[in-house]
């Protein structure tokens, strides 16, 4: 994993201010702290399982904060139901006029580390509904944007 702070315009080789990343945690910076509604957890899950991605990623990286090796295999959990392994893939949202990128590992830094999302993300994502076709096609239009020379 890589580590960019919550809100951060610049994501691998993107830059741009439309873009926002959310929840790219990294030992040894500090994890915002919080509560999330389980609501909220719940919701994420689903955006991880059935949202849109502008890349899938090989091999997942394990979290820095529990195993000194990011290369070690991170161990499988349940996600909304299904066993997956966390840490190899991100998932956008789309807001107002913005995209946020967030990793699906954000699921292990929320209920192992005591992360918290910023407000403006979590108010983003409780707008979306990763299975209507309008969310794929919003998240295609800005990703566009933000990255057009990224596909
Ligand atoms: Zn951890």
Avoid at 45 to 61: C, D, K, R, S
């Amino acid at each position: 994993m890589s580590y960019y702070p919550d809100g951060s315009h610049r994501w691998e080789s993107v830059r741009h201010s439309k873009l926002s990343t959310i929840g790219w945690m990294d030992a040894p910076h500090p994890i915002p702290q919080g509560t999330v509604d389980p609501e909220d957890f719940a919701r994420l899950e689903q955006l991880i399982v059935h949202g849109w991605t502008p890349e899938e990623m090989e091999g997942a990286h394990a979290c820095t904060f529990c195993f000194g090796d990011p290369d070690v295999e991170p161990p499988e959990r349940i996600v909304a139901g299904q066993y997956r392994r966390l840490g190899g893939a991100q998932v956008c949202v789309p807001g107002k006029s913005r995209i946020y990128i967030f990793p699906d590992a954000i699921l292990h830094y929320i209920d192992t580390h005591g992360y918290q999302p910023p407000k403006n993300f979590l108010i983003a994502m409780r707008k979306v509904d990763p299975k209507d076709p309008a969310y794929r096609k919003r998240c295609d239009e800005l990703w566009r944007l933000v990255a057009p020379n990224y596909y």
